[in-house]
């Protein structure tokens, strides 16, 4: 088993900055592809940005190339996701999910676990 706790969630204006963070414990963290969903209201859940076990491999979705950066810290246990350049359209409640396949995995039916979420909301 796998507890994800995300943070870093909040309200900021359009073109700021936030910086989320997820916390793993359980199984060794290092043994887990990691990922990014969001899902805004009366909307899908969306892939927003994945890294595998070793950080070498980063994928993500075309709507935030350029403005979002995934990144990990295995020897605490964490993952970030930076986003900059918010928009109010990146409004939704942030997930932090973890894949068994190591791998950098942009489906979320790759996902085994999944954390509580977080709210992030962008005024224009």
């Known amino acids: 088993q796998v507890q994800l706790v995300e943070s870093g969630g909040g309200l900021v204006q359009a073109g700021g900055s936030l910086r989320l963070s997820c916390v793993a414990s359980?199984?060794?963290?290092?043994?887990?592809?990691m990922g990014w969903f969001r899902q805004a209201p009366g909307k899908e859940r969306e892939f927003v940005a994945a890294i595998s076990w070793s950080g070498t491999i980063t994928r993500y979705a075309d709507s935030v190339k350029g403005r979002f950066t995934i990144s990990r810290d295995n020897a605490k246990n964490t993952v970030y996701l930076q986003m900059n350049s918010l928009k109010p359209e990146d409004t939704a409640v942030y997930y932090c999910?973890?894949?068994?396949?190591?791998?950098?995995?942009?489906?979320?039916?790759?996902?085994?676990?999944w954390g509580q979420g977080t709210q992030v909301t962008v005024s224009s």
């Open positions: 359980g199984r060794i963290f290092s043994s887990y592809g």
């Open positions: 999910a973890a894949s068994g396949t190591r791998a950098a995995v942009t489906s979320d039916t790759g996902y085994d676990y």
